[in-house]
Every structure is written in structure tokens, then in C-alpha cells.
């Protein structure tokens, strides 16, 4: 039977959602679209494992879906761009559920800034924070998922289909995981692996408060300015809520998507003109 959306911002959740009984972690999930897509899985039926860098607030966010759910996931902390870190997450997550079926790959955006802007440093943190972090999830992971195939999903960006003013970072790196993902989708199929990537345009997060506020700053320019330019950007004339994105999520990670690897999906509310 189909629920009602309630005050959680979830939606609908049927029977047959395609994750029932599956293993998934999701990284950088204490807010924003992270805890989003946890949430999700887990009122989809999913096992889930979430982890961040903060003990306090990973688990603030686990009592959430807890109370939102009925099911409480595990809470795990851990940095992201840390190997020693990553390893750990995938081996605790496998032990305590026994096994690994979904990965969502996802780590905080870069720093906004012009290419003359930017440091050695800058660049490094974003190889580390937001390219090699999604390596490392993926080779911890990978004899867990071999066992019985699985799914890998990346959050990225609409900056992978078009690039964005004054975010050369993110536009550099989130370009490189959907080449990952690409070659990944090909080497990983024989083994029942599905590799695909979910862009989301302008959703409703501190994220995008924190770009709306720097690119008001460097423009000098009013931020209430800022937000009109940019819902007149967006053909449905609003911004995207964290649970919207969430379903694009579940939908790749799920067996409904049993056809889908190496794809890329928009969630922008149709930001994005290009054809291709």
C-alpha cells in the first residue's frame, strides 16, 4: 500500500521499491543531499550505513531517519578523503550487515573561485576530497559488491553537462568522476555491477547558500538579486527539495534500474538546455 507524503518529505514508498533487504552506505550523509538519500534508502527498506566526519552530528541524523522511519541506520564517522578512513566504513558496514550491495559516493563540494584564484593546495584538497575519495570507496568495496553485484551511484553535478561560472574545482572534478564512472560501468558489468552518476542542479541546501553568498560577494551584488537570477534560470521556477533528489537516488541504486550503467542523471528542474 502506497503511503502518504508526510512531514519527513518523503514521498510515496510501494511495495516492489527495488531496495528491500539491500546493503547500502552513503558517505557524507549528516545533512544535506546525503542525509537525504539515507533517509530514502532506508524508508525504501534498505540497510543502511551512513558516515561523517562528526560523531555528534552523524548521529543526530541517524535518531532522525530513525524517528522518520522506524529503522535506525548505522552511524559510522570517518573523512572521506582519508584511505585508512574509507576502508574502515566499508569493512564495518559489510561486517555488521553482512555484505555491501549499493554505494552512493558523495563528498562536499569545492571551493567556489576563478582559476587565478586557486593554489596548488586548492587543487589537491579538491583531487583528494572529491576524484580519489570516490577510487578509494569503489576498490574497498568492489569484493563486496563482485559477490553479488550491485550498484554505485555518484553524486556530481549539472556542471558535468555544462560548466559553471567561478566553479572551475567543481567543474574539473565532477567532469572526471562521470569518466570514472564511464570506464567503471564497462570493466564492472560482467560481474553484475551497475555504475551511474545523479546530477543535481539547484537544490535547496547550505550548499547552495554558501555559492549564492560568494558569488553575491565577488559580484557586489545584492544576494536576494542573486537567488531571482537564478530561479529565472530554472524552467519550473523554483529550487529542487532534498528528497527529490533523494528518488533519483534510490531509483539508480534500486533494481528498477537493472538496465541503467553509465548513464547520468539531470535533477534540475530543467537548468540544463543541452541536448546531450
Do not use: C
Request: aromatic share 4%; charged share 20%; net charge neutral.
Amino acid at each position: 500500500m502506497t503511503q502518504q507524503r508526510n512531514s519527513t518529505g518523503l514521498g510515496g514508498v510501494a511495495a516492489g521499491d527495488g531496495l528491500e533487504g539491500k546493503i547500502a552506505l552513503v558517505s557524507a550523509a549528516s545533512q544535506g543531499l546525503g542525509y537525504a538519500t539515507a533517509l530514502r534508502l532506508t524508508a525504501g527498506g534498505a540497510h543502511v550505513a551512513m558516515f561523517s566526519r562528526s560523531v555528534t552530528r552523524i548521529a543526530q541524523a541517524a535518531d532522525r531517519i530513525a524517528e522518520a522511519t522506524g529503522q535506525r541506520p548505522l552511524a559510522l564517522t570517518g573523512d572521506i578523503r582519508i584511505a585508512d578512513d574509507v576502508r574502515r566504513v566499508v569493512a564495518e558496514t559489510a561486517e555488521a550487515y553482512g555484505g555491501l550491495d549499493i554505494i552512493v559516493h558523495n563528498a562536499g563540494g569545492p571551493p567556489a573561485g576563478s582559476f587565478e584564484a586557486l593554489r596548488d593546495e586548492d587543487w589537491q584538497q579538491a583531487h583528494e576530497r572529491n576524484f580519489l575519495s570516490a577510487v578509494r570507496l569503489v576498490r574497498e568495496a568492489l569484493p563486496h559488491l563482485k559477490q553479488g553485484g550491485g550498484s554505485i551511484v555518484n553524486v556530481v553535478s549539472i556542471s558535468v553537462k555544462q560548466p559553471l561560472g567561478g566553479l572551475i574545482l567543481s567543474n574539473a572534478y565532477r567532469a572526471a568522476i562521470v569518466g570514472l564512472a564511464k570506464s567503471l560501468a564497462d570493466e564492472l558489468a560482467p560481474y553484475g555491477i551497475r555504475v551511474n552518476n545523479a546530477a543535481p542542479g539547484r537544490i535547496a541546501t547550505e550548499r547552495i547558500k554558501e555559492l549564492d553568498a560568494h558569488q553575491a560577494k565577488t559580484q557586489d551584488r545584492p544576494l536576494e538579486e542573486i537567488e531571482r537570477g537564478s530561479l529565472q534560470a530554472i524552467p519550473l521556477g523554483r529550487y529542487g527539495e532534498p528528497a527529490e533528489f533523494a528518488e533519483a537516488i534510490a531509483f539508480l541504486a534500486s533494481d528498477r534500474a537493472s538496465y541503467i550503467t553509465g548513464a547520468t542523471l539531470q535533477v534540475d528542474g530543467g537548468m540544463v538546455r543541452a541536448i546531450q
